[in-house]
């Protein structure tokens, strides 16, 4: 008999993974964590309920959240993680040779913890790289207090339920853009605006008072249900205009192989549907 994993994130509208093998299912210091294997997904990650990231999907966002921001700004030496725990975004961002320093700020060591044993091929490796500043803490704390200043600030955290909640506020946000350099980049997961609709145009409204540039692109991943998700965008400096030569000449020159990212896609997923585009504020 089939044991399905049933995601009700949303009202009305639920997805359903079969649990093939179930690896561990606890409770951490702030969530429960769930880890289990699904035949076609592979290893899944679930927090409170909810589909964090999958060995089989998590490649399409972990690449279009890091290499989008890192090779639109040219120069980026230092990069901040909210949340991340499984390593995945770590990972991607550590590809990049250039980049000399990360600091990953994740609220639950639970978590860490669990994806170093149970989920080594999302970081592989990348906790151990000696540029990985990891700390944990809640990131909305941290943000609130550093002095340090970052070219590339990513936001990888769970909806705006439980602890990840204070991670889409006006407050987080406007601190998020103290801690940029001067031409520095906030990208952010911001769910799938088909069914969360409300949280990108809170988001953009907070990102519109905040950045000369601001906005979203888009990338479909098959495990956040319910159509293409949005990563909220702002910046003061030029990088969305960055010409896809450039970017092909950027790329070629990190020599990162990837498997969703392209030069073209990076230019294309700022292009968005017109549902999407009568969300912006
Ligand atoms: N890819 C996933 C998504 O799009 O929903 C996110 C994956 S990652 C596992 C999300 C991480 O955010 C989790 O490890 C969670 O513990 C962390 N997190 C949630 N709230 C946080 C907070 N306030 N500060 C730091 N990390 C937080």
Known sequence: MTVWFRETLHPHYAQGLSVDALIYDSKTEHQRLQVFENGTFGRVLTLDGVVQTTAGDNF???????????????????????GGGDGGMAREVLRHKSVEHV???????????????????????????????????????FMRGTTDRFDVIIVDSTDPIGPGEVLFTDTFYGHAKRALTEDGILVTQNGVPFLQGEELANTLRAFKALFADWGCYMATVPTYAGGPMAFGWGTDGPARAVTVEELQARFAAAGIVTDYY?????????ALPAYVERLLP
């Open 103 to 141: 600091t990953m700020v994740e609220i639950d060591a639970g978590v860490v913890e669990f994806s170093r044993e149970y989920l080594p091929m999302l970081s592989q490796g990348a906790f151990d790289d000696p540029r990985l500043n990891l700390v944990i803490a809640d990131g909305a704390d």
């Open 262 to 270: 392209t030069p073209g896609v990076h230019k294309g997923a700022f």
């Open 60 to 82: 399409i966002y972990h690449e279009m959240m890091t290499h989008v921001p890192i090779l639109a700004h040219g120069a980026a030496r230092r990069v901040l993680i909210i």
